[in-house]
């Protein structure tokens, strides 16, 4: 619809992760009525999701509902719901809501994972890219407990007890070793007839090294890391199939009940509609400006955008730091033109802050600049910095109190089993279960750990 | 099966609520060995559930897992599953994982909501006695204030923001005044077009009174707040219908897009199994030793057991404290029975250590001994009480935290809608939706309360 020349220019911007947050907030002051429209109610912190996935944290304390984020941003308006598509010629988003016309628009809505063409393995291996992810591998990985415990059926009890995770990126790196603690040192004391401390947590790695993104230095100390906890590391190693009761990895059978899937990201779909080249992963390949060629209004930024550091040409991590610098430079961008009309914008230069992996408890692994540090020094970095990135300070105080009574005690706060109901405990015991009559059980089984 | 006479007695406990576990950790010195099978594998400190529900608290801020609670005791076993029969002549449990053989049972499953042969309603009326019912409320909840900001026609907004609360109990009565408090204090900010102070909480109660198990003068001080804070309070109304748009009062209908069942609770089905007398509610009508009739190594404490206190032959309320003591009873008959050898058992007896409710921000009541108090003492001693009462210090501090940080910044910290992906908002607006033609906005759209 036309706008007079002199009403508020209208910003509409898809997702309210990182980068698209940041957009809004930048654009608070600037004479322009904002619309941030996303498919969930809250901005979640997704770097600590896996403390979620692994029962350390709840939900609500690294999410933050995106309207009490902007509460104080009137200009900004909060849509819950799904952009279906995008009228670049009208410059109209058509969403479940409605439509939405703009002299903006910016794209971020991030991405979700990839299973390489294989997406019949995403029953079976679940990824971590939402909170309801987050609670359905949490899920997953208490019931393999409680299922070991039951079985009688060594080889059952065996793949009960097998955590695969696949993709050594940071996501993956961080769920193994949690996955580790919570079998060695957080759960052992609550069971009697299995040792949770011989449950397996295995990581695979298609590529030479852990953390590819990170310095040699940082996969070496990762890996030595990882192994020391008890982590079996598998370099070079492709999944070539997950079947029920198993995954393939090259041509080795490994039984395993529970797979998690860390490997590849595929940005949202959102791109596809622009019909404008994208990379492999499905990012928009976008100007230096942010902006999508052959619309200089509409902008694609964090995971949804393929984008080059100005200088150095190397492309732009797939991190927060990336969507939020990226945010900035475009909200930047908007202001400019809006107040002062069309000018040469710049192109966007990232600011590498150093990127870090936790691994453990006390262990992490930090490159700043060409430093790389490691160990305890880095996890106090680490969490540091990931606290303090926590958008309210309620979340922030929340999980710095989590965190060191979890220090302190080895335990975790969050081990519920949630969703489903009862539990659906019973399909793989019976699998693995002998038939009734030898199944009398007595409460006097001695607590033997087997 | 057979036990040798000097090997040690076996225990099968059902349910890990306050009665059961209880009784698990009694008998932890007594020469017995223990088996507590639940469905799920945390207990519940189900008082505070409803501010789950209203998204105060996190799941795991009032629950922990059984098998942590019962770690240190080493003659308890923990079963995750489901019983499925009870063999009283075999003398066992038949469960999902197969059967257990018992020398003393304790059934001490609980309670559900019910709703009075009108089934049909649970889809529209969740009620509230799990963490995956409290969830759904929150859900439900947070969702309608979201299809209130989108559509724009006032009756289906109206309805959207209508909250009918059934049932004028404890839960009835903290679940409408938190309601209240959540459309009145914690969001009105985060939205653009609706006022969510506009909200209708609407608690209908069938008898002349709320409250109606504690003294008079608490049913007049909780009927004063609730209307005081803007609860619209129903007495003695009956709820004859609930459709897909509205709910019926007597012969009103109401539209409400919002229906939470607080009514009624009907005891485990298990109970049923016994073939014994059951009462109204489904409960076993017990022996004064909590024993089943004709079955004196069998027993049925908590909402399980119709139960009258033997001085006063009144009724044992179905509240955590009759749980408790229940427990405590019986772990004590069977420990001195196990020791001793068969002797006279004594009646149990009700220790009334008083009732309370909360109904708001520095407002509850509280009936002890003949004292009846309300107001900002009673809500201190309510929120002293419970969170003393938590089972772990670490959820006792994560409590009281979070209350101290909604009491001074009056937002709630768990806002989350989760479950259902995208949320499941579509249906709704497109049923109240204008037409495409007409639903064109720009962000322009003045931030104007409506």
């Given amino acids: 619809m036309l706008q007079s020349s002199n009403a508020p220019k209208q910003v509409v911007v898809v997702g309210g992760g ?12 600037s004479p322009v009525h904002t619309a941030l429209i996303d498919r969930r109610n ?27 984020v902007l509460r104080r941003h009137q200009n900004v308006r909060v849509l819950l719901g799904t952009v279906t598509d995008i009228r670049l ?15 903006y628009l910016v794209l971020s809505a991030g991405a979700t994972h990839a299973y390489f063409g294989n997406d019949a393995w ?24 409680e299922a070991a415990e039951m079985v009688r059926d060594p080889d059952a009890r065996r793949a009960k007890l097998t955590f695969v995770v696949v993709g050594g990126g940071p996501t993956g790196v961080e769920l193994a070793g949690a996955l580790r603690e919570v079998a060695s040192e957080s759960i052992p004391a609550d069971f009697r007839h299995v040792d949770t401390k011989t449950a397996r947590v295995i990581l695979v790695e298609g590529q030479s090294r852990l953390l ?12 030595a890391d990882l192994r020391d906890m008890g982590v079996e590391v598998r370099l070079n190693t492709l999944v070539t199939d997950i079947d029920d009761e198993a995954v393939k990895l090259g041509d080795e059978r490994l039984p ?6 860390a490997a590849g990201v595929r940005a949202s779909s959102l791109g596809r509609k622009l019909g404008v080249e994208l990379d492999r992963a499905g990012r928009v390949i976008v100007h230096p400006d942010c902006s999508v060629p052959g619309h200089p209004n509409v ?12 200088d150095t040409k190397s492309p732009v991590p797939g991190v927060a730091q990336g969507a939020l610098q990226m945010g900035d430079f475009v909200a930047n961008v908007i202001d400019h033109e809006v107040k002062y009309g069309n000018a040469r914008r710049g192109a966007f230069r990232y600011r590498d802050k150093g990127s870090m992996a936790t691994i453990g408890r006390a262990r992490a692994v930090a490159d700043i600049g060409r430093q790389s540090i490691g ?19 309620r979340n922030r105080a929340f999980v710095m109190f989590n965190w060191i009574w979890n220090y302190a005690v080895r335990t975790k706060g969050a081990r519920l089993i949630t969703g489903g109901n009862p539990p659906a405990l019973d399909r793989e015991r019976s699998r693995s279960a002998p038939p009734r009559a030898h199944r009398t059980e007595t409460a006097a089984q001695a607590p033997t750990k087997t």
């Fill in 256 to 261: 395993a009940a529970n797979v998690i899937w």
């Fill in 89 to 103: 010629a009208e410059q109209r988003v058509v969403w479940d809501g409605g439509e939405l016309a703009y002299d």
């Fill in 375 to 393: 160990g305890l020094l880095a996890w106090l970095l680490w969490s540091l910095i990931h606290v303090a990135f926590l958008i309210s300070f």
């Fill in 122 to 145: 995403s029953k079976r291996a679940p990824g971590l890219k939402t909170v309801d992810d987050a609670l359905e591998i949490r899920r997953r990985v208490l019931l393999a407990f």
């Fill in 299 to 310: 902008f694609a930024i964090g995971d949804m955008a393929a984008q080059v550091d100005a």
């Fill in 18 to 29: 990182f980068g698209g947050l940041r957009v809004a907030k930048r654009l608070a002051k």
């Fill in 212 to 223: 590819p993104a990170m310095s040699e230095r940082a996969s070496t100390r990762a890996l």
């Fill in 42 to 68: 809250y901005h979640l912190f997704q770097p600590l999701l896996y403390q979620v996935a692994t029962a350390a944290l709840s939900p609500a304390d690294i999410a933050e509902p995106i309207r009490r």
